[in-house]
């Protein structure tokens, strides 16, 4: 007789009681998002629709995607993917002529499942041609204040923070974020050309007492401060905006006007939450070309694969107008403002458990 003990058996999210228990928060979902849709059309955007399968899922180095094949009518093969974010076509859209857009669009992402995280989600992603990534950032807060109003909500809360969705979020770049939380100086490690110095970074863990292995890069460095010193204490009372990443962790970003060894990325918290991702956008294609391949080559080091490059992307990229755009995590936000506690309960039908 084994030993082993038999697996917990849990009720499917279709069952009537089930069911019951998450229809408050996937009403309140469909409530904030019929305000966000008035939020964008109020202010001359239009809604498009993209294309979930594509030639290249995103090329970024920790982003793992869904993969498929087209097969032609004469038995051809090609690899297609499930595509982890919709910018790469909504930057085309940009380059055909749009100014505003957003997209409510269903992504897809591997290795991913837990309270916060769902292998299918819905990504709302916005674009202002000829507009400034601050413009972004006043966007994220009224759009924090709408929600919650949809909601009736006077407070955001999760696990143990919570903070007021009508405030002001703070605004915070990541070199005072890692001086103020691990007592480390950032940008001593970047030089102008965006080169990185992981000997200079690695000193400034180990004053700081964070383990790290030895073989860690500059970017594994840099996560570990930023998830055991910074995140923690962000989006507490208020939301903060994390902003100016260092360049070569901002792969689709241009350089700030400022200072060249940062760029125009910002990070949206709430109660410990990342919410949005945000970007002033690179449109230089010979650049974002290297990027690229900079990502893919990282990405074959630690996980054995890449994936293809999107050349129809980067030809659009160069004749692509100024621009600047944002992702967020639309059930994310959802979550916040119905006061839900897993992901799940805000999504109508989720995902099958296929693993446990």
């Known amino acids: 007789m084994s030993s082993s003990q038999p697996a917990i058996s849990r009720s499917p999210w279709w069952t009537p009681a089930n069911h019951a228990d998450r229809r408050p928060f996937l009403k309140g979902r469909n409530s904030v998002q019929t305000a966000l849709r008035g939020f964008f059309s109020e202010r001359d955007f239009i809604e498009v629709d993209t294309a979930t399968l594509q030639v290249s899922p995103g090329n970024e180095t920790h982003l793992h995607a869904f993969a498929t094949e087209a097969?032609?009518?004469?038995?051809?093969?090609?690899?297609?993917?499930?595509?982890?974010?919709?910018?790469?076509?909504?930057k085309k859209l940009l380059a055909a002529g749009e100014k505003r857009i957003f997209t409510f669009a269903h992504?897809?992402?591997?290795?991913?499942?837990?309270?916060?995280?769902?292998?299918?989600?819905?990504?709302?992603?916005?674009?202002r041609v000829g507009e400034s990534y601050e413009q972004l950032m006043a966007d994220c807060a009224e759009m924090l204040a709408l929600a919650a109003d949809t909601a009736k909500t006077g407070r955001f809360v999760f696990r143990d923070m919570e903070i007021d969705p009508f405030a002001e979020p703070e605004r915070l770049t990541l070199t005072d974020a890692f001086d103020r939380f691990a007592g480390i100086d950032l940008l001593a490690s970047v030089a102008t050309n965006g080169e990185t110095d992981r000997d200079l970074l690695a000193a400034g863990l180990k004053k700081a007492d964070i383990r790290f292995a030895e073989d860690d890069t500059w970017a594994d460095l840099f996560s570990k401060v930023l998830v055991e010193k910074v995140e923690p204490h962000l989006g507490q009372d208020r939301a903060t905006i994390l902003y100016e990443y260092p360049v070569s962790e901002a792969a689709l970003a241009r350089p700030s006007a400022r200072d060249p060894r940062v760029a125009e990325r910002f990070e949206l918290y709430a109660c410990g939450v990342e919410l949005a991702n945000a970007f002033g956008e690179l449109t230089d294609a010979g650049e974002q070309r290297r990027r690229f391949e900079h990502e893919m080559a990282e990405k074959s080091r630690i996980y054995g694969e890449r994936y293809p490059i999107d050349e129809d992307f980067l030809d659009a990229l160069s004749i692509m107008p100024d621009a600047s755009g944002a992702a967020l995590g639309f059930d994310r936000l959802a979550m916040l403002a119905t006061g839900a506690t897993r992901i799940e309960q805000v999504m109508w039908a989720p995902v099958a458990e296929v693993f446990g």
């Open 107 to 127: 992504v897809y992402r591997n290795r991913e499942r837990g309270p916060l995280h769902h292998p299918e989600f819905t990504m709302l992603e916005w674009y």
């Open 71 to 90: 097969v032609a009518t004469d038995g051809g093969r090609a690899p297609l993917y499930l595509h982890t974010s919709p910018e790469f076509a909504a």
